[in-house]
């Protein structure tokens, strides 16, 4: 058995800077991580980022990992154990783990979970052919394995991963045929947008994807108009001449490990589905265990190192630490409703306030 004052499940942007904020209370904190290394989805994104000036603005998001992980190395009081899956947490909160092939067990006094999201399938005929990928697993393929997808890629999805993405595969040489969406109008930020379109890309509001074509992998897409009833318009299909389909359709919070503590969940579009309902210190309605990031509501990572913040300040104080935590909370509870604000941050503040009913 290992013990611990905090269990922190997810070595993504919101369990590091949890693990952070309580080691620096002096809180004695393990970080479990299934890959070989934290940073979670920050290990692929090699775009700089908005936000805050707190959240490293401005900064790529490899380098973002880089600058938590050299900071949590600071710290004695944490343990990382990478390559280290949870599998289940008990109702005594025994955390059984698989920590490179062998079975152990972990409790810790207060556990916070951060297991971040999964992304989401739409279907229509032929989505399981090869050639057909989800925004991250691209990423992942470009940016962390130099491996291109494709050579003529079709993008579904125009918000801020849809849009990310086909400037990256852009940047390595290949052809993005398209960008489709089925809303009427642009996801993600327009300054994301407007550099896409300069480079010859259409993108095509309003349009959703009919079938993919091909026997043994992707040899085409056929794409159409949908009307103000989010319909297919008959007579509006356009074939498109593309070896690789790309879905940046959305994420869906990783929330199994949050039923197995039997925190009361709340289905919110907003927030990308099932979350758990919480605080505003991040516990769940069941006691001492806390979540951040993305499984407790699909947002920007600049919100989830804050929300890993209070998460991790929040447990500690449940502890007994109390290093001026509750100021540190407040301001990043100001960090968090900055983050939230105009009309970028309107669909979570609706979400949030769904929540709290």
Same mark, same amino acid.
């Given at each position: 058995m290992i013990n611990t004052e905090i269990? /922190?499940?997810?070595?993504?942007?919101?369990?590091?800077? #949890? *693990?952070l904020a309580a080691a620096e209370q002096g809180a004695h904190v393990i970080l479990m991580d299934r890959e070989s290394k934290p940073g979670g989805q920050l290990v692929k994104q090699t775009h700089r980022f908005f936000g805050s000036e707190k959240e490293h603005a401005g900064t790529r998001g490899i380098n973002i990992a880089s600058m938590l992980e050299k900071a949590i190395g600071k710290y004695t009081n944490i343990e990382v154990k990478t390559?280290?899956?949870?599998? *289940? &947490?008990?109702?005594?909160?025994?955390?059984? /783990?698989?920590e490179r092939d062998r079975y152990k067990k972990v409790k810790g006094k207060k556990t916070i979970i951060a297991t971040g999201a999964s992304e989401k399938m739409i279907p229509f005929?032929?989505?399981?052919?090869?050639?057909?990928?989800? *925004?991250?697993a691209v990423q992942t393929l470009m940016n962390q394995y130099g491996v291109v997808p494709g050579?003529?890629?079709?993008?579904?999805?125009?918000?801020?991963?849809?849009? &990310?993405? !086909?400037? =990256?595969?852009?940047?390595?040489?290949?052809? %993005?045929?398209? /960008?489709?969406? +089925?809303?009427?109008?642009?996801?993600? $930020?327009?300054?994301?947008?407007?550099?896409?379109?300069?480079?010859?890309?259409? &993108?095509?509001?309003?349009?959703t994807i009919k079938e993919a074509l091909g026997t043994d992998f992707v040899e085409g897409a056929i794409i159409c108009q949908l009307d103000n009833n989010w319909q297919q318009v008959p007579g509006t299909e356009k074939e498109l001449a593309v070896d690789t389909i790309c879905l940046a359709v959305g994420l869906s919070p990783l929330t199994d490990l949050l039923r197995h503590c039997s925190c009361l969940m709340k289905y919110i579009p907003q927030l990308g589905? $099932?979350?758990?309902?919480?605080?505003?210190?991040?516990?769940?309605?069941?006691?001492? /265990? $806390?979540?951040?990031?993305? #499984?407790?509501? %699909?947002?920007?990572? !600049?919100?989830?190192? %804050?929300?890993?913040?209070?998460?991790?300040? !929040? +447990? +500690?104080? !449940?502890?007994?630490?109390? =290093?001026?935590? =509750? #100021?540190?909370? =407040?301001?990043c509870l100001d960090d968090l409703k900055s983050l939230r604000a105009g009309v970028t941050g309107l669909k979570i503040r609706e979400g949030l306030e769904l929540l709290a009913v």
């Open positions: 269990a /922190i499940i997810g070595g993504g942007p919101a369990g590091m800077c #949890a *693990a390559k280290t899956t949870v599998l *289940a &947490i008990y109702d005594d909160g025994l955390i059984a /783990i698989e005929p032929n989505n399981d052919l090869p050639g057909i990928y989800g *925004a991250g050579n003529k890629v079709l993008m579904v999805g125009a918000g801020n991963i849809g849009l &990310i993405v !086909s400037y =990256q595969l852009m940047q390595a040489g290949i052809r %993005v045929e398209a /960008i489709i969406d +089925a809303a009427p109008g642009v996801g993600g $930020y327009f300054v994301h947008a407007s550099k896409i379109r300069r480079m010859g890309v259409p &993108i095509l509001t309003s349009h589905g $099932y979350v758990p309902i919480r605080d505003e210190h991040m516990e769940t309605t069941s006691h001492g /265990i $806390y979540v951040a990031g993305d #499984a407790s509501g %699909v947002e920007e990572a !600049s919100s989830a190192m %804050v929300e890993g913040k209070i998460a991790g300040l !929040s +447990a +500690a104080e !449940s502890l007994g630490y109390s =290093q001026n935590i =509750q #100021a540190l909370r =407040q301001e």
